[in-house]
């Protein structure tokens, strides 16, 4: 029950009251005053609900306003190596700048957070020294083109979700992993065993940033740079097996992979967005 349903039944109530008065004796000047107060309360009250209740109204929309859709965006550009070629003659070494493609999704988790993730692949070839390894590269992509350039990764971690009329921010940071090829090379001569065994499966930390300019409540077409910076070393290890003697073993450590920043142009589609909060375009 309300504020105005409880004033009107208190005014019959005293309406009936007044009238059974009346049936024993003259009206009274208390009554007529009673009656008039009623009135004053009930009709001081009525802007006041309707206020609470335009309140309301806005805070429920203010909340449906603040829901982020599911988002996806699809973004390809430049990938620049910025750890350049530490122990290039054990490791190898990549081209300075590659194709980057990334596949990214951002879940609401509430009001402008969201939990990211990002499927990328970048394409390049690793230059080594081991001519076996570069044959089999070269085979490789005879039979599947384009096969062995392919170094996916993934990340995930959390997006914070700004948007102002048709433009949208959206900074994020996470962690991920990824792998620009392992190997596993050994050789015997004259009795020698010659073992070399390199990873190149870091996992990293991983920061950027989308610019967007929404063109519907769709789709939006997005500006991404993203940073990726190495949290573990690569190894290389080579050990070297003599007759009669222990392994003598060397290892090296570069942070030279996963350590690159990626400049992209893409498109994202908001997914679910409410259809009530509409942007109007100029």
């Known amino acids: 029950m309300n504020i105005k349903t409880f004033l009107i039944m208190a005014t019959m109530g005293f309406a009936i009251c007044g009238n059974a008065q009346v049936k024993i004796k003259s009206l009274s000047l208390i009554f007529k005053r009673q009656v008039a107060v009623m009135v004053f309360l009930i009709i001081s009250i009525l802007p006041i609900t309707a206020q609470e209740t335009n309140q309301t109204s806005k805070e429920k929309q203010k909340v449906e306003s ?24 054990w490791f190898g070494s990549r081209a300075d700048v590659a194709t980057q493609f ?42 599947f083109p384009g096969l062995s350039k392919i170094k996916p990764s993934l990340s995930t971690g959390i997006t914070y979700v700004v948007e102002k009329r048709e433009w949208q921010f959206m900074p994020r940071a996470g962690i991920g992993w990824t792998s620009a090829g392992n190997s ?3 050789k015997s001569t004259d009795g020698k065993i010659y073992q070399l065994e390199i990873n190149r499966s870091p ?73 009530k909060n509409k942007i109007k375009l100029q």
Not at 66 to 89: C, H, K, Q, V, W
Not at 122 to 132: A, K, L, R, V, W
């Open 102 to 143: 990334d596949w990214r999704m951002n879940v609401p988790l509430f009001r402008h957070w969201c939990a990211y993730l990002d499927l990328g692949v970048s394409f390049f070839n690793i230059q080594t020294d081991n001519s076996g390894e570069n044959i089999a590269g070269a085979v490789i992509d005879k039979l």
């Open 66 to 89: 603040s829901r982020l859709p599911f988002m996806m965006s699809f973004s390809i550009g430049s990938n620049f190596n910025t750890g350049g070629s530490d122990y290039a003659e």
């Open 203 to 275: 996992m990293f930390f991983n920061t950027g940033a989308s610019i967007g300019y929404r063109t519907s409540n769709l789709c939006s077409f997005i500006l991404d740079i993203n940073y990726r910076c190495p949290l573990q070393d690569c190894k290389a290890t080579y050990t070297t097996t003599l007759p009669d003697l222990l392994p003598v073993t060397e290892v090296m450590k570069s942070r030279s992979w996963a350590n690159d920043l990626s400049v992209s142009l893409g498109i994202q589609l908001q997914l679910g967005k409410n259809n």
């Open 184 to 186: 596993n090379k050994m």
